[in-house]
């Protein structure tokens, strides 16, 4: 699918230069068949004229005459130059303009096609496990152990599945207007702490380390700041490896509060940093990636971070991974 996107792209990108060039080149023979047709009609004004006034016996007329026609000439001539340099910039700001939309166009359906195999491939993942985990428990007469084993892995695969359907519910009903959010005071420190006690045992073989300065009070909606976090966390555990920790600090910054969700994966670039909070981005090239998922995770926390008046970003951490700061100014 995506080498399928990427020559459909090059052939229409192909195609619109092939186009643009065309259009450049009849401008340029435009240009140049009028300033030939004005070379000729002042060669012919000069040849008539001298058919007409004599030289010498009345130079001074026909030097008048010859002037006035050169400056005709020259006058035609910048006009010419003129409405050709109009149409040229106009012509390469409308085929800029229909290009970048074109390739923003184009990258958007992309990344939604990414994002339906994407969900249909998350969604998929959790249902046949769970699937499969109750089947197994209904033919077979397990142990106590065993069946408790699958439980588990059941549910982790439901709250999986209960995390992926409420990001994107979330997100519709946010650009569409249909959510209705609360800002009531909340205890942030122990929304923190729920959140990290739920991922401990959704993961219990991930290191969660929290740091958090209690009576953290922050105005807002509950279940969008535990989407926030979630989404963090999630982040962080996903593109990190197994055996090292994530930590989740939360204090007080000067007089706001501030929470950080460290991991020591690979980091993101420079480059990067901006990128990954629009909808349906991911790093990396769809075709090759490894690890899963839809897009919507920063996304939602960028947006759920602006309607709560917070700003979020990343770093770098030391000696590696990506350290996402929410900062919150109410």
Same mark, same amino acid.
Not at 16 to 36: D, G, P, T
């Given at each position: 699918?995506?080498?399928?996107?990427?020559?459909?792209?090059?052939?229409?990108?192909?195609?619109?230069?092939?186009?643009?060039?065309?259009?450049?080149?009849?401008?340029?023979?435009?240009?140049?068949?009028?300033?030939?047709?004005?070379?000729?009609?002042?060669?012919?004004?000069?040849?008539?004229?001298?058919?007409?006034?004599?030289?010498?016996?009345?130079?001074?007329?026909?030097?008048?005459?010859?002037?006035?026609?050169?400056?005709?000439?020259?006058?035609?001539?910048?006009?010419?130059?003129?409405?050709?340099?109009?149409?040229?910039?106009?012509?390469?700001?409308?085929?800029?303009?229909?290009?970048?939309?074109?390739?923003?166009?184009?990258?958007?359906? +992309?990344?939604?096609?990414?994002?339906?195999?994407? &969900?249909?491939?998350? $969604? /998929?993942?959790?249902? @046949?496990?769970?699937? #499969?985990?109750?089947?197994?428990?209904?033919?077979?007469?397990?142990?106590?152990?065993?069946?408790?084993?699958?439980?588990?892995?059941?549910?982790?695969?439901?709250?999986?599945?209960?995390?992926?359907?409420?990001?994107?519910?979330?997100?519709?009903?946010?650009?569409?207007?249909?959510?209705?959010?609360?800002?009531?005071?909340?205890?942030?420190?122990?929304?923190?702490?729920?959140?990290?006690?739920?991922?401990?045992?959704?993961?219990?073989?991930?290191?969660?380390?929290?740091?958090?300065?209690?009576?953290?009070?922050?105005?807002?909606?509950?279940?969008?700041?535990?989407?926030?976090?979630?989404?963090?966390?999630?982040?962080? +555990?996903?593109?990190?490896?197994?055996?090292?920790? &994530?930590?989740?600090? $939360? /204090?007080?910054?000067? @007089?706001?509060?501030? #929470?950080?969700?460290?991991?020591?994966?690979?980091?993101?670039?420079?480059?990067?940093?901006?990128?990954?909070?629009?909808?349906?981005?991911?790093?990396?090239?769809?075709?090759?990636?490894?690890?899963?998922?839809?897009?919507?995770?920063?996304?939602?926390?960028?947006?759920?971070?602006?309607?709560?008046?917070?700003?979020?970003?990343?770093?770098?951490?030391?000696?590696?991974?990506?350290?996402?700061?929410?900062?919150?100014?109410?």
């Amino acid at each position: 699918m995506p080498d399928t996107g990427h020559n459909r792209l090059r052939s229409i990108t192909v195609i619109y230069w092939a186009l643009l060039s065309y259009i450049i080149a009849a401008l340029v023979w435009w240009f140049i068949s009028l300033e030939k047709q004005n070379t000729m009609m002042e060669w012919y004004k000069v040849h008539q004229l001298m058919n007409t006034i004599d030289s010498v016996q009345t130079p001074h007329l026909y030097q008048t005459e010859l002037n006035k026609i050169h400056e005709d000439h020259g006058k035609n001539k910048s006009k010419y130059i003129g409405e050709g340099a109009t149409f040229f910039l106009f012509i390469i700001i409308g085929a800029a303009f229909v290009y970048r939309s074109f390739r923003r166009q184009f990258r958007m359906q +992309q990344q939604q096609q990414n994002f339906m195999m994407a &969900v249909t491939h998350e $969604l /998929k993942t959790p249902i @046949s496990v769970a699937r #499969l985990n109750l089947e197994t428990m209904q033919k077979y007469s397990l142990e106590p152990e065993k069946q408790k084993k699958l439980i588990r892995m059941t549910l982790e695969e439901t709250a999986r599945l209960n995390f992926l359907t409420n990001n994107i519910l979330v997100s519709s009903q946010l650009e569409g207007g249909g959510y209705q959010s609360s800002h009531e005071e909340l205890d942030f420190s122990d929304l923190l702490k729920d959140c990290i006690r739920d991922f401990r045992n959704r993961y219990p073989e991930r290191n969660f380390i929290e740091q958090a300065e209690p009576d953290m009070e922050v105005k807002g909606d509950p279940l969008l700041l535990q989407m926030l976090i979630n989404n963090l966390l999630e982040n962080a +555990q996903k593109y990190s490896p197994k055996e090292s920790p &994530v930590k989740a600090i $939360l /204090k007080k910054e000067q @007089s706001h509060v501030q #929470l950080q969700i460290i991991d020591e994966g690979p980091g993101i670039t420079e480059k990067e940093r901006e990128k990954i909070f629009i909808k349906f981005y991911r790093i990396g090239n769809e075709s090759t990636r490894k690890t899963q998922g839809t897009g919507l995770g920063l996304y939602l926390c960028s947006k759920i971070a602006r309607d709560h008046n917070a700003d979020i970003r990343v770093t770098n951490n030391i000696p590696q991974g990506a350290n996402f700061t929410v900062t919150f100014y109410n």
